[in-house]
T-cell receptor, first 115, second 111 residues
């Protein structure tokens, strides 16, 4: 596609349920990032993928959070046993990697609301 | 101390005036600096990058970098209401893939 695609755009779930968020990066982009943004806050780094591997998972808030990337393309972020504090916008970004790794293209995000 | 600091604002500027946004960072090893614009309810988009001390101009936007003082700024000339947004400063450490983000400055351009 032309841009980074995320789905769903909105997700309302009950506390304790699992949710899965999807990101489809720009074709050819090897680097993929997940961020979380709470209302009025900056971007909180969650995880970074280079290809299919995740050299840095240090931003994942707890072991309830996991992410994978297959085929060097689509990534899913899974949150198990959701809590109200997980409510936020989850943003995915991709970049070509290499020398331009820091030039990120963002998806439109998934607004997660945990009731 | 946060690694990247920005005044949260809001910064209110009359239409046609110059808007000045500032960002300071703590890691002297930082090499690359970026300004992203985020409209309300939308995702960030890259508007400027700067790597060397001095000024870099792109249309109505000028990024200024002073590594000795550890600050980077963004000037917007002839401000328009469409410039109203939150501006995020991001800094990349040397030899590191990760961007460190400021919390953003909300800019309001008043007609």
């Amino acid at each position: 596609g032309a841009g980074v695609s995320q789905s769903p755009s909105n997700k309302v779930t009950e506390k304790g349920k699992d949710v899965e968020l999807r990101c489809d990066p720009i074709s050819g982009h090897t680097a993929l990032y997940w961020y979380r943004q709470s209302l009025g806050q900056g971007l909180e780094f969650l995880i970074y993928f280079q290809g299919n591997s995740a050299p840095d998972k240090s931003g994942l808030p707890s072991d309830r959070f996991s992410a994978e990337r297959t085929g060097g393309s689509v990534s899913t972020l899974t949150i198990q046993r959701t809590q109200q504090e997980d409510s936020a916008v989850y943003l995915c970004a991709s970049s070509l990697g290499g020398a331009t790794i820091e030039k990120l293209f963002f998806g439109s995000g998934t607004q997660l609301s945990v009731l | 101390q946060k690694e990247v600091e920005q005044n949260s604002g809001p910064l209110s500027v009359p239409e046609g005036a110059i808007a000045s946004l500032n960002c300071t960072y703590s890691d002297r090893g930082s090499q690359s600096f970026f300004w992203y614009r985020q409209y309300s309810g939308k995702s960030p988009e890259l508007i400027m990058s700067i790597y060397s001390n001095g000024d870099k101009e792109d249309g109505r936007f000028t990024a200024q970098l002073n590594k000795a003082s550890q600050y980077v700024s963004l000037l917007i000339r002839d401000s328009q209401p469409s410039d109203s947004a939150t501006y995020l400063c991001a800094v990349k450490r040397d030899s590191n893939y990760q961007l460190i983000w400021g919390a953003g400055t909300k800019l309001i351009i008043k007609p």
